[in-house]
């Protein structure tokens, strides 16, 4: 009969390898954080011009993502309050011990606010690459990324500078599926007629959604969850009616910005009727059928990955799911070494 003392050493030896069975907590071991409001100087047509932004740098972090949000969004997008930071991709990435700048476009949040007509999807990725000159050398990685118009101007920046590692698309392909984007725009109106953003002295140029208008112009067919939706409509903003121009330009490929650009790309996309699916838009049935579909449109030395958020629309940040594409994004980070 074996002894209590040999019995008590094998109940020991299991627990400890029970121990480390158990999952590890990622905030326990997550690097400290510490963020600050940038204001940074640029220019556009000539003129002075101030891009607000968000840094929030993890202990140690040598890659920072700068995240440009999409239109009728302002920086808030990358940092959603809804959900107890479920949604917050910004808190996603850090976490994982990624830098993230998001910035407000010009004429959105804390940037400038200059006319309308000068600000288009060209004018703001020059204002983008203004801000990423200010990142080195403190980081030696820099990815620029976007949602919807913001990742147009994500590509244009890296096709027209060179001047960083990697580029996120999300919410953008290019075939852009005009049968549902047309009555969005449509639907849309002068923000100095908005109550809500009628305050900010903006010029009839800049438009913003509709009063109760958000979720079928970017959710659907995601879950209609009326906390995350009010969250939305509280935080939303506007864009300049010239911002379209160039954006839809790129994506039905007059002009080929993404040929230019030699860094790995990754693609993100929900089930997203304004650039998915029939009659227009592209194939994203899954990550394979829309790499295929979106490779021609890159040159060869811009490696492309894909990945599919299923159960949800264009807004895919606000996906109850969200910290899957979250930790997908962050494992590809990584792997650009």
Known sequence: MRSPRFRRLCATALLAAG??????????TAAPVSCQDLRVPVTLAGLPQTMYGKLCVPDGAKTVQVLIPG?????????????????SYRLGMNKAGIATLAVDRLGTGKSSKPLSALVTA?????????????LRPRFTKVIVGG??????MALIEAGLYRDVDAVLVTGLTHKMNLVTVAPVLANMIPAPLDPQLASRGLDLGYLTTRA?????AFHEPG?????????????????????AVDTLLLTNVVIPFTKL?????????????????????????????????????YSPSAPLSTFILDGYGHAINYAPNASVFHQAIATWTKSLG
């Not at 060209?122 to 200010?134: E, G, L, P, R, S």
């Not at 949602?147 to 147009?152: E, F, L, V």
């Not at 030699?262 to 304004?274: A, F, S």
């Open 122 to 134: 060209t004018a703001q990725a020059t204002a983008v690459h203004q801000v990423i000159q200010t």
């Open 147 to 152: 949602h919807s118009i913001g990742s147009a």
């Open 223 to 243: 879950p209609n969850v009326p906390g995350a939706i009010a969250e939305d409509e509280s935080t939303k903003d506007v864009f300049a009616a010239t911002e």
């Open 19 to 28: 121990a480390c069975l158990l999952p590890v907590s990622s905030t326990a």
């Open 261 to 297: 650009i030699n860094v790995p790309v990754l693609m993100v996309e929900g089930n997203d009727r304004h650039y998915c699916g029939p009659p227009l838009g592209a194939d994203c049935a899954t990550a394979d059928a829309l790499r295929v579909a979106e490779q021609p449109f």
């Open 71 to 87: 239109g009728t969004y302002n920086s808030s997008y990358w940092d959603i309050a809804y959900g107890g930071g479920t949604r």
């Open 212 to 216: 109760g208008t958000r979720y079928s």
